[in-house]
């Protein structure tokens, strides 16, 4: 009696071993057989498990395997997706793009200097009165400038915003990501929402914990579900005419003995010394 009752404490023990070596508490496949080979070894000659006992766990072990073969699928499918929303991704670099929220990024060109800062449109879902707040905070939460409202704003009517990237005192904030504080108010002194959107250039894709972000020019990191628009940069203007080919004097004459882009009009004689032409008679 007392070998068969060592036996069952040995038992337990090497199965509660096992199982405090499991992170979870769900009992895996090695468990379950480590459980099942355990009885086996350790079960009474004279009282044996019975065969019910055992198809029912071979069940149980069955449906685990089928569940653990599910999830580790499912895990497999969920990576491929987010490695093609990835790639999809990319396409949106370089382009502009509508987003929903509040962050608002501001960056300085390390080369040109060039200071770029999100934009931000609003519509209130009520009218809102003049002396309501525009608020900037930066990443602890703190107010660096503070936009009162100056006359009243309709109901569904967007509205910009565009913050020159000062403190109300004149300096000049850091770069980073800031947000966008609505403090606005109807007649009735009410709060108003306001449905919020920033525009900003897309200069990357992260994969974020497993959600694809896009990166945007002023710092931030969005969601790709958050994208409400993607438009194309606007073209910017040469501001000159063509330039000639590389190499080539403009002021060069050709083997006739003329500038480039030059005609001698008949009838017109060029007087020396002057520059003014005068018609000769037919």
């Known amino acids: 009696m007392s070998s068969i009752t060592q036996a069952l404490n040995q038992t337990n023990n090497e199965f509660n071993s096992a199982l405090s070596k499991q992170k979870g508490s769900n009992m895996d496949k090695d468990s379950f057989m480590l459980l099942l080979v355990t009885q086996f070894k350790y079960q009474d000659p004279l009282n044996p498990m019975e065969d019910k006992e055992f198809i029912a766990q071979l069940a149980q072990f069955s449906s685990l395997e089928q569940l653990m073969n599910l999830n580790t699928s499912m895990e497999g499918l969920t990576d491929a997706t987010n490695n093609q929303q990835m790639i999809n991704a990319t396409s949106y670099i370089g382009k502009n793009v509508s987003v929903s929220g509040n962050a608002i990024g501001k960056n300085t060109d390390e080369k040109t200097k060039e200071v770029t800062i999100s934009k931000f449109r609003y519509a209130p879902n009520d009218n809102v009165v003049a002396g309501s707040q525009i608020i900037v905070r930066d990443a602890d939460n703190n107010p660096v400038y503070v936009a009162e409202l100056n006359e009243n704003k309709a109901a569904g009517t967007t509205y910009e915003f565009e913050w020159d990237g000062k403190r109300n005192d004149g300096s000049v904030a850091p770069d980073g990501v800031y947000t966008v504080s609505l403090a606005l108010?109807?007649?009735n002194g009410e709060s108003v929402l306001a449905d919020q959107v920033v525009d900003a250039r897309v200069t990357g894709v992260v994969n974020n914990n497993g959600s694809v972000c896009l990166g945007l020019d002023g710092g931030q990191l969005?969601?790709?579900?958050?994208?409400?628009?993607?438009?194309?940069?606007?073209?910017?203007?040469s501001g000159g005419d063509e330039n000639p080919p590389d190499g080539e004097d403009p002021d060069k004459e050709d083997p006739d003995g003329e500038k480039p882009g030059t005609e001698e009009t008949p009838g017109t004689e060029e007087n020396s010394g002057t520059g003014e032409t005068t018609a000769q008679a037919a």
């Open 185 to 187: 108010l109807n007649s």
């Open 222 to 237: 969005i969601l790709l579900a958050n994208v409400r628009q993607v438009t194309e940069p606007e073209a910017k203007s």
